[in-house]
């Protein structure tokens, strides 16, 4: 059974996100989406929000798990018995970002792996930031989220900027 596991921070998971998770779980027999924090980013949404958006936009897609784990990806890969973490790369400067990633991962866990999987080429522009800030300013989501979550993600924007 090889299980790869897709983690990020998904705030708000993207199209870009749903084209990895759906490229990547045709590599192996199950594909972990994992909802986790990173701390180097205050999250918009809650962990329970991020993981009930990406259930969403993987609804449709057989073979995939949605879970949230507080606590360090190398303890979950573990847990989960993962033959390798899969991650999407926009560009050179996300490389760069993986690399060292999966440099401090190896160190903690030797059996460590990751599958870096370029995004498609009409994804490119598309991350949680952009989606956010165009949602901020009142702008069109639709072509970066999934159809499922656009009013959701929309609201939450314009509940948080109406506290601001
Ligand atoms: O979507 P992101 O924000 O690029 O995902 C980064 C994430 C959440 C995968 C990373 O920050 C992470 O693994 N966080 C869990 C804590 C951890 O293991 N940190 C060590 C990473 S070297």
Redesign the pocket.
Known sequence: MKTFLF?????PFSLGHQDIAKRAVKLCDRLIVAV??????EPVFSAEERVSMAKECMSEVDGVEVIF?D????DLYRQINASAVV?GLRGESDFR?EA??AA??KLLLPEYDVILLPCSAEMVFIS?STIKEVAYFGGDISRMVNPRIVDFVRSKIAERKAKI
């Open positions: 983690p990020g921070s998904f705030d986790l924090n990173n701390r180097g980013k784990h606590g360090l990806l190398v991650r970002i060292e990633m401090a991962n949680s």
